[in-house]
């Protein structure tokens, strides 16, 4: 059921302690189950587009980055990782990432 879905991702991004690589996840998730487009998820959302833009950018970073980012005890700043994120090329992702 679409709409019991979509309240479970929502209550899930309206935690505080939710790490930016769950919120870039459930983002997509939302996007790809109801068709979505960034400004339809945003209007949904109640967000902006911007913060819908620059939350998805999470999901260009390599896998290995995204799994470490999880797993750590300090929360990493979520500017930090938009950075990481504008750069192209993965093997230099990781090495900003390090």
């Not at 939710?18 to 769950?22: G, I, K, Q, S, V």
């Given at each position: 059921?679409?709409?019991?879905?979509?309240?479970?991702?929502i209550e899930n991004l309206g935690r505080r302690e939710?790490?930016?690589?769950?919120a870039a996840a459930g983002y997509q998730q939302l996007m790809v189950e109801f068709d979505f487009d960034q400004q339809a998820l945003a209007g949904y959302l109640r967000?902006?587009?911007?913060?819908?833009?620059?939350t998805?950018?999470?999901n260009r970073l390599p896998?290995?980055?995204?799994?470490?980012?999880?797993r750590t005890s300090e929360p990493v700043p979520r500017s930090l990782l938009l950075e990481i994120a504008k750069v192209s090329?993965?093997?230099?992702q990781r090495e900003l990432w390090r």
């Open positions: 059921d679409h709409s019991r879905l979509a309240t479970q991702i939710l790490n930016p690589f769950e967000v902006s587009t911007a913060t819908v833009n620059e998805l950018a999470l896998e290995d980055v995204r799994q470490e980012g999880l090329d993965e093997d230099a």
